[in-house]
């Protein structure tokens, strides 16, 4: 009964698009509230703990629950690991329920399922079909999940819960269909109305399923007397988007989520999208934007968020050198959102420090066959040992991340999870993504930070009241409530400056909702909007509406991607809304943020701003250099991307470690003495680099001097070498 009372008030919920905190009761809700715990650095894995897989982490997430599940689990906690379990939601090695072992029956009728009658498949594995779920999947998870807290996972963390748009034709999801809107199933590509209802539809079944697995948690954790939060592992809002899936994301905070990884990475980062009419990869600035949008799931809420950074990606034939670009581009990206400092290091890391995992050793060139394939080069092996550790970090310094360089701040760009409903036949949304990108963009060419801003949470009164300037177009996504419009309006006419572009052509304005049922008759969710502003609904150019103003651009966003001069469009109306605010208006070429003693740079790909380049002058220790080599200055270029330590802003009172490509315990520090234990991951280059007020009288390495002719000393700093492992080793540095 407690599955059905959840079903039913979720597909209330849906109904009015309002996500009801009802779902909980309050002392189920009380239990949801996320302990603070030291778990900031986090990386999941299949593999049982290895000295080549020995990271500097709080938590290990095990993967999967299969009859290795606890043996696993004790493997990582015996190395001193917080254990959680993370398994997948819409795929996975589900063979028991799908030939009947779970409860008798066959559920292969689950599968989602295209127009050509063929099974959406993960990695085109015939065992392995992505879920159309029903309860009783929802149960089969409840059971699997049962497993893993008996073994003693601290964490539940749930992955990917994706519908594809492709998908819709299965079995199951025709007798969920008719179960819900009360009517015979439409075949998705019949209409753009069949289409928006059937990816509502889509979102509200996986929506139910984590429901019950949360549900399941919370009533586990009171009858053990334990605190067991849930997670989801989900892909960014705008990558789902483009690449035509559908998830719950925003939503599954008011079903019992207590927060996100968000899974953010060179794979997703590299999708290409169009600007000034050239397609191309952009992963920073698409990077920049996909975090941006995680962040956005969790500013309203308080909630938990962990940034995934990925070293390498799933597509295993880049090189090296592509690899290690790319993920330095992500994870600069992730570091310019200032308020979230929990980071997942690395998923599989045993596909990258594993034995026998060959890359190739250079990029392959178009047409021609992959080049040798060699293992992971050393100094990248001691270069992501060191962010790791500087990540680990980073909460501590969290209370001081501020702008250095960057661009008028205050504005932002107005999303809601409907982008994800309107991606498949008959009349899909621009397929490079134009409606978002075409907004967001032009600001982060122009050094402007822009933030995404989630329709859901508007109804929020502080979520709008950050922003001075928004940008906004219903192409491509609608308004899932009435109470969105009222709250837009509500902070116009308190002085916000809002840009609307918008052609009021999106065959998707006329399906059957809320704006043109119920007694309401809007043309368009836009009309709606303007007729809240009091504005003419076909008003275009600059409107005072209260203390604040609207600029509409009688434009589609995507097609102005694809002309060369369609940016500035877009930027010249920003300028003019925020000019009539009073906000003034500012680019820069790069974007540099400081974190307590780190600085995070980015200079743009393409800049479009005619400010001069940022030089950063200091005294800085390079975290993207294997040697750790120090600078004076640093000028950031097109396409700059650094982790930098600022040795300004460090205590030069005591002896200290600066940065290290290890994990560092039992640190002792004296006037005369530092000793620490330095362990990472076996057979890798070790490196410290370590403020020394005066020559080292010795240095010595599990008992063994170091001879001084190979100290590194500048009068400063100390630089030390080591052979990692596993097992610590002890550092001891006598002044």
């Not at 995680?294 to 295993?316: C, F, T």
Request: aromatic content about 10%.
């Amino acid at each position: 009964m407690r599955y059905r009372l959840n079903e039913d008030i979720v597909k209330r919920s849906l109904n009015t698009t309002i996500l009801l905190a009802a779902c909980l009761s309050p002392a189920a809700h009380a239990q949801s509230i996320v302990a603070q715990g030291n778990d900031h650095i986090t990386f999941q894995t299949h593999a049982p703990w290895s000295p080549r897989i020995n990271l500097a982490a709080d938590t290990a997430m095990v993967y999967g629950i299969d009859a290795t599940m606890p043996s696993r689990i004790r493997s990582w906690r015996d190395h001193g690991y917080h254990v959680a379990v993370m398994t997948g939601v819409s795929w996975g090695e589900y063979g028991d329920y799908l030939n009947g072992n779970f409860d008798g029956k066959q559920h292969w009728d689950e599968a989602q399922v295209s127009s050509d009658g063929k099974q959406v498949l993960h990695g085109n594995n015939p065992r392995i079909p992505y879920m159309a779920p029903s309860l009783s999947y929802g149960r089969f998870l409840v059971q699997g999940i049962q497993k893993a807290l008996d073994a003693g996972a601290e964490a539940i963390y749930l992955e990917e819960p994706e519908f594809w748009a492709k998908s819709g034709w299965s079995e199951s999801f025709k007798r969920e269909w008719s179960a819900f809107y009360h009517e015979p199933w439409q075949a998705p590509d019949s209409s753009p109305d069949a289409q928006y209802r059937t990816s509502k539809l889509k979102y509200l079944l996986y929506r139910r399923t984590l429901a019950q697995v949360f549900d399941f948690v919370r009533e586990y954790g009171k009858m053990h007397n334990r605190r067991i939060p849930c997670y989801v592992a989900t892909h960014s809002l705008i990558n789902y988007t483009q690449w035509r899936i559908v998830s719950p994301e925003s939503s599954l905070i008011d079903v019992g989520n207590d927060g996100y990884i968000a899974q953010v990475w060179t794979g997703t980062a590299r999708a290409e999208n169009v600007y000034r009419g050239e397609r191309r990869e952009r992963t920073f600035e698409t990077a920049f934007l996909e975090y941006g949008a995680m962040q956005n799931l969790v500013r309203a809420s308080g909630r938990r968020i962990w940034y995934l950074n990925d070293p390498i990606e799933d597509n295993p034939n880049h090189s090296w050198d592509d690899y290690r670009s790319n993920w330095e581009s992500t994870l600069v990206a992730s570091l310019l959102q200032p308020d979230v400092a929990s980071y997942e290091i690395v998923p599989w890391p045993e596909r990258i420090f594993g034995a026998g995992r060959l890359y190739p050793e250079t990029e392959p060139k178009p047409g021609q066959s992959v080049p040798g394939r060699v293992a992971i080069p050393k100094p990248y092996e001691t270069e992501l040992q060191t962010v790791f550790r500087a990540l680990g970090e980073m909460h501590q310094q969290d209370t001081n991340a501020e702008w250095q360089h960057a661009g008028t701040q205050g504005i932002g760009v107005l999303v809601s999870d409907t982008l994800m409903f309107q991606r498949a036949a008959p009349s899909p949304s621009d397929a490079d993504l134009g409606s978002f990108y075409g907004l967001a963009l032009p600001l982060l060419m122009h050094g402007v930070p822009v933030e995404l801003v989630q329709m859901e949470d508007a109804v929020t009164a502080p979520t709008l009241a950050r922003y001075r300037v928004l940008l906004l177009t219903f192409e491509g996504q609608k308004p899932p409530s009435p109470k969105i419009d009222d709250a837009i309006a509500a902070w116009v006419r308190s002085g916000g400056a809002l840009v609307v572009v918008d052609d009021d052509k999106d065959p998707y304005n006329r399906v059957r909702e809320w704006w043109n049922q119920d007694g309401r008759s809007s043309g368009t969710p836009r009309q709606h909007l303007f007729q809240q502003l009091g504005l003419a609904e076909a008003a275009t150019g600059l409107h005072g509406v209260g203390k604040g103003f609207v600029v509409r651009l009688d434009r589609s966003p995507s097609s102005l991607t694809y002309q060369k001069m369609g940016a500035y469009e877009v930027i010249e109306a920003a300028q003019q809304v925020a000019k009539s605010v009073q906000l003034p208006w500012k680019e820069s070429n790069a974007l540099v943020m400081r974190r307590g003693r780190y600085i995070v740079a980015a200079g743009l790909d393409s800049p479009e701003s005619s400010a001069a380049p940022v030089t950063l002058h200091g005294d800085f220790v390079n975290l993207f250099d294997a040697g750790l080599a120090e600078s004076s200055s640093i000028t950031i270029h097109p396409g700059t991307r650094t982790l930098l330590l600022d040795l300004q802003s460090v205590d030069r009172s005591k002896p200290q470690i600066l940065a290290a490509s290890g994990n560092i315990t039992g640190e002792d520090v004296s006037a005369n003495r530092l000793s620490f234990n330095f362990s990472g991951i076996e057979d890798t280059q070790g490196i410290a680099r370590i403020l020394a007020p005066r020559v080292p009288k010795q240095v010595s390495i599990n008992s063994i001097p170091v001879a001084s002719s190979t100290l590194d000393y500048n009068g400063r700093t100390l630089l030390i070498h080591l052979l990692i492992s596993a097992k610590p080793s002890k550092v001891i540095i006598e002044f």
